[in-house]
């Protein structure tokens, strides 16, 4: 039996941003993951603002390092296309934060991204990190956790951060949380080379097709002339209109005349694979006596963009801060952890909350059509939609009828 303080389940960006926060913080952990490095993880290979903002916090060096890497893609914006076809495009706003020779996003194969990151935390002493290691089951003792492994080595810890993904049966034991078909998005990709027709700024694109809304099909430029394109919708409208998500991508590639175009000369380079994405649908309690869940695990992506990377680096920083809190304290009480759920909801409760009411305006063609016509002529609405993208009181307008009665009177 391994006795420690912290013991971190999965390499995610959960997982690793709590182990790098820790080891910035002089605090061991062990880190654990069934998977061998580098390894893949089924994802659009959209890296947001978010998660730049919290490399920052941890490291600025490090950031500068990431942005030097040759898989990195830089991103200075969003393409957004309307299910009529027509397209806007949408810079991201620069932050003040970094460096401003660094974009304000990235695209990068998780493969490579994650591999970086595990890579940064071998390189740590604090951290122990053990690979091909699956936790398989928990046990409550008396103010520990005792995990159950498959190589049958178990860990009793003293906090235990569940940073286990979408499929983490810890989420529902000992986190409560059960998944709905409403919330859960199944989402599909594949990787092709050839694509015209980009942005020259690299901008990602999303294209809110009629018979997938609210969700999207996508397409993400990436580095070597790859690009990640994919679909992704709840399960819910998924079984309600019998959609086969494979079938409606290749649809769309092959039959929509200005895909049909860019993909003329593209070849499909990998299989399509799947995977869900617990979507965010309301505050719930993310940690208690001894634990806590972070990224996927805590249903923390957004539920109309389908991020989670940026959200799990959060979770994962506030987590390795609250590890730290308790074991200066002695106090594991899901009383005392509860100071994390409200530090990650304090950072993005709102945003979340805000981005949980747009799916209710843009499942309607008609409108989404009308918002983006009018984008393109209206500098005023433009900005607008630029600015929500990172200013939460614009956001907010997004969800207000009002806004959208106005562009269709024209206003
Ligand atoms: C198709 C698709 C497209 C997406 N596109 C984007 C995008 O473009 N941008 C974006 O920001 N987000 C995107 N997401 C969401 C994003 O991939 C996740 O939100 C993010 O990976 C969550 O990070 P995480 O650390 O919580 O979990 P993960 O990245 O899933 O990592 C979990 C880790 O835990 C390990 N593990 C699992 N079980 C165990 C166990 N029992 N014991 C030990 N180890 C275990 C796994 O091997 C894995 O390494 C997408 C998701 C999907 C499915």
Redesign the pocket.
């Known amino acids: 039996m391994k006795r420690i303080n912290v013991c971190i389940?999965?390499?995610?960006?959960?997982?690793v941003f709590a182990a790098l926060f820790l080891a910035k913080y002089g605090v061991e952990c062990t880190l654990?993951?069934?998977?061998k490095f580098p390894?893949n993880?089924?994802?659009?290979?959209?890296?947001?603002g978010w998660v730049l903002t919290i490399l920052n916090e941890l490291d600025n060096k490090l950031l500068e390092k990431l942005s030097k890497q040759p898989f990195i893609t830089h991103s200075h914006g969003i393409r957004i296309v309307a299910p009529n076809y027509n397209q806007l495009d949408l810079p991201f706003l620069d932050s003040g934060d970094w460096d401003q020779s660094i974009s304000p996003g990235f695209t990068a194969r998780?493969i490579d991204f994650?591999n970086f990151m595990a890579e940064e935390v071998k390189s740590r002493k604090e951290v122990e990190f053990l690979e091909e290691?699956?936790?398989?089951d928990y046990k409550r003792l008396n103010n520990k956790i005792q995990l159950s492994t498959k190589s049958g080595d178990d860990i009793e810890a003293k906090i235990v951060i569940f940073?286990?993904?979408?499929?983490?049966k810890f989420m529902k034991d000992p986190g409560g949380i059960l998944k709905t078909r409403k919330y859960t998005m199944t989402?599909?990709?594949t990787y092709y080379k050839g694509i015209t027709g980009f942005h020259e700024k690299n901008y990602v694109e999303l294209h809110f097709l009629k018979e997938l809304l609210p969700g999207y099909f996508w397409i993400?430029p990436l580095s070597d002339g790859l690009a990640n394109v994919?679909v992704?919708l709840d399960q819910y409208r998924i079984s309600k209109r019998h959609i086969n998500l494979k079938d409606a991508m290749f649809k769309a590639i092959e039959e929509i005349p200005y895909l049909q175009e860019r993909f003329k000369n593209a070849e499909q380079v990998s299989k399509v694979e799947a995977?869900?994405?617990p979507l965010w649908d309301r505050k719930r309690v993310i940690s208690g006596d001894n634990f806590m869940l972070?990224?996927?695990?805590a249903n923390l992506?957004d539920p109309v963009t389908?991020?989670?990377?940026?959200?799990?680096a959060i979770s994962g920083m506030f987590a390795a801060k609250q590890a730290k809190l308790a074991l200066e304290t002695d106090n594991f009480s899901s009383g005392f952890m509860k100071n994390y759920d409200d530090n990650v909801y304090a950072k993005i409760g709102k945003e979340l909350n805000i981005s949980s009411k747009i799916p209710r305006f843009i499942k309607y063609p008609w409108l989404f059509n009308a918002v983006i016509n009018k984008a393109s002529s209206s500098d005023i609405l433009r900005k607008k939609l630029t600015l929500a993208m990172t200013n939460l009181e614009e956001r907010k307008e997004l969800k207000r009828p009002m806004l959208y009665l106005k562009v269709l009177l024209g206003r």
């Open positions: 389940v999965g390499a995610g960006p959960a997982g654990v993951d069934k998977a390894r993880k089924i994802c659009g290979d959209g890296i947001s998780r994650d290691e699956e936790i398989t940073a286990n993904g979408a499929t983490s989402g599909i990709k993400f994919g992704g995977y869900p994405l972070a990224g996927d695990a992506i389908g991020e989670g990377v940026g959200h799990a």
